[in-house]
C-alpha cells in the first residue's frame, strides 16, 4: 500500500489549500480514510476522515472550514482547507483503514505534507 501526499505549501491567514493523497496497492476493501496533523510540540490529531458510504467526521477546530472527500476512480483522497488559520500549521498526514478478509483492520500511514499558516 501507497500513500502520496501533496498540495502543502506556505499561505497567509483566509485562504485556501487544497490536499491530495493518491492510494495505490489496496488489496482489499478499504473501512475509511483520514488526514491527521502534528504540529511541533504537540501530539497528531485528528483532522478529517471518511467511511463507507461517504460518512464524514470533523475535528471541532476545522469544522465549516475544512471538506474531506474521495474520488473512488482516481483513488484519491482530498481535503479542502480553507479559512485558513495560524493554528492550522502543522504537518498532514493521510491514512487508510483496510478492512483484511479474516476481519481485522490494516492501517497505513502516508509521508506527510507541511501546511504553514502565517498572520
Known amino acids: 500500500v501507497q500513500l502520496q501526499a501533496s498540495g502543502g505549501g506556505l499561505v497567509q491567514a483566509g485562504k485556501s489549500l487544497r490536499l491530495s493523497c493518491a492510494a495505490s496497492?489496496?488489496?482489499?476493501?478499504?473501512?475509511?480514510m483520514g488526514w491527521y496533523r502534528q504540529a511541533p510540540g504537540k501530539q497528531r490529531e485528528m483532522v478529517a476522515v471518511i467511511r463507507s458510504g461517504d460518512v464524514t467526521n470533523y475535528a471541532d477546530s476545522v469544522k465549516g472550514r475544512f471538506t474531506i472527500s474521495r474520488d473512488y476512480a482516481k483513488k484519491t483522497l482530498y481535503l479542502q482547507m480553507n479559512s485558513l488559520k495560524p493554528e492550522d500549521t502543522a504537518v498532514y498526514s493521510c491514512?487508510?483503514?483496510?478492512?483484511?478478509?479474516?476481519?481485522?483492520?490494516?492501517?497505513?500511514w502516508g509521508q506527510g505534507t507541511q501546511v504553514t499558516v502565517s498572520s
Open positions: 491514512n487508510v483503514e483496510i478492512r483484511t478478509p479474516w476481519s481485522t483492520i490494516n492501517t497505513h
Open positions: 496497492g489496496i488489496p482489499y476493501s478499504v473501512n475509511s
